[in-house]
C-alpha cells in the first residue's frame, strides 16, 4: 500500500513509517495538518492515516475540508481521543475507521488493508480512452473488439495511464506504480516501456502524448 501518514509525535511517525515499510508499504509523513492535502495533491495514496491533534489545522478539520471536496481517499483516524461521542462524530464526518492510541501495529495493518479493499470494491471495473477498453475484472485491455496482448510492465504501465482518466503522470509516479518493489530502476526503464508501448498502441486510435514538466498521459488520437 501507499500511505500518508499525518501525525506530529516524531517518535511515533518515525517507528510507524519504518514498521509498515517493513511489512511492503511505502510511507510518506507529514507533521502538519496543512501539508495533507497538499501531498495527496502530489501523489496517490491507498489511504491516510490521519491523527486529529495535528498542528498548522486539527485533523477533524483535515477531515470535514477532504469529504467537502469529494475526496475518496480511505481516512483512518489515529487519536488519544478514545470516546465513543469522538468515534461517532469522526465517523460521521466522513472517517473510514477509527483506531485509539495506543495500538497493535498489526491490527493497524489489518485495519487498512480492509480500508483498501472496501475502496477497491467501489472503483469504476471498466477504464475507456477512445477505442481502447480496460477490464479491471478480467485485466484485458481490448482495441475495439481485438485483444490487445502485452508484456506485464507494459500492462502496469498501460493500466496506470489509463486508470489516471487524462491525467498526466510524471516518470516518477510511473516509476513507483510499475517498478513499486524495485527502487533501483532509473527513469530509462519508463522511456523504453513507453516506447514500445507507443508501437503496440499504432493502429488503435490511442495514443501516449508527451507534456513538457508534467509527464504522459493516454489521449485518442487525432
Known sequence: MRLLLAEDEAALADWLVRTLAQGGNQVDWVADGRLVRRALRAERYDALILDLGLPGLAGD????????????????????????????????????????????????????????????????RRFTCGNLTFDATTKRFEAGNALLTLTAREHALLRTLIQSGGEPLTKRELLDRVFPDDSGVQAEAIEVLIHRLRKRLTGTGVQIATLRGLGYLLEPAA
Do not use: N, Y
Open 61 to 124: 478539520e483535515v477531515l470535514k475540508s477532504l469529504r467537502e471536496d469529494d475526496d475518496p481517499v480511505p481516512i483512518l483516524i489515529l487519536t488519544a481521543r478514545d470516546t465513543l461521542a469522538e468515534r461517532v462524530a469522526t465517523l460521521k464526518a466522513g472517517a473510514d475507521d477509527f483506531l485509539a492510541k495506543p495500538f497493535e501495529v498489526e491490527e493497524l495493518e489489518a485495519r487498512l488493508l480492509a480500508l483498501t479493499r472496501r475502496a477497491r470494491g467501489r472503483e469504476t
